[in-house]
């Protein structure tokens, strides 16, 4: 069975400064998709960001990108020049054969003025 | 603007109650899912429904039960209601088809309190 982790329950960033969120995976499949959600404080949660499997270039959207790591089935979530609007509980979910998405525990960013 | 609504944001119950919690989205999609959240634990899959009608078992079903008997409208059943049931329920939807299965757009969620 697949298994997502994220070790960080909690992290905190200044603003304007990077921070990398850890997440790491398990699956004996080669055909998958990755992703980051985004929960913040009492709004729903919404998707940050995509990668494929097949795919070897790092998936970017404006300020966030990830690090795609096959062999080692590893896939970070980079936030640049932070914002007050990026604090929020953060999801690291893989999408497989079974058409579910199996989610990691989550990590809390906090983002200090 | 797509929106996925759920029918309360808070709920409390007493212990042995029937519930129900109602999910609507408005973007035609086939998949729905029920989700359970809890600290320390991220979502579990509780049920999902790919079609009208149809619902598939997820991680933890134990306790609950579902029903889509139209394709926008998907309602979890608390059939009697325990303090372990205790939780943030989420509603989501997707399409069908491609990589699109796994965008899930998310309900607010309904913050159950079973005493």
């Known amino acids: 069975a697949q298994t997502v982790t994220q070790s960080q329950p909690e992290m905190s960033v200044q603003e304007a400064e990077t921070v990398t969120l850890s997440c790491t995976y398990d699956t004996s499949e080669s055909d998958y998709y990755l992703f980051w959600y985004k929960q913040p404080p009492s709004r729903q949660m919404i998707l940050v960001i995509r990668?494929?499997?097949?795919?070897?270039q790092n998936a970017t959207e404006n300020r966030f990108s990830v690090n795609f790591q096959k062999a080692a089935k590893s896939f970070s979530l980079k936030i640049s020049d932070s914002q007050l609007g990026d604090a929020a509980m953060y999801f690291c979910a893989y999408g497989g054969a079974t058409n579910k998405l199996i989610f990691g525990t989550g990590t809390l960013l906090a983002v200090q003025p | 603007d797509v929106k996925v609504t759920q029918s309360s944001r808070y709920l409390v119950k007493r212990t042995g109650e029937k519930v129900f919690l109602e999910c609507v989205q408005d973007m035609d999609h086939e998949n729905m899912f029920w989700y359970r959240q809890d600290p320390g634990l991220g979502l579990r899959l509780i049920y999902f429904?790919?079609?009208?009608?149809?619902?598939e078992k997820g991680d933890i079903p134990e306790g609950y039960s579902v029903s889509r008997e139209k394709k926008e409208r998907f309602s979890l059943i608390l059939e009697s209601a325990s303090t372990n049931q205790t939780s943030m329920y989420l509603c989501?939807?997707?399409?069908?088809?491609?990589?699109?299965?796994?965008?899930?757009?998310f309900g607010p969620g309904t913050r159950l309190t079973v005493t």
């Open positions: 429904s790919y079609d009208v009608k149809m619902k």
């Open positions: 989501a939807s997707s399409p069908s088809t491609g990589a699109a299965v796994y965008e899930q757009y």
């Open positions: 990668q494929e499997a097949y795919k070897q």
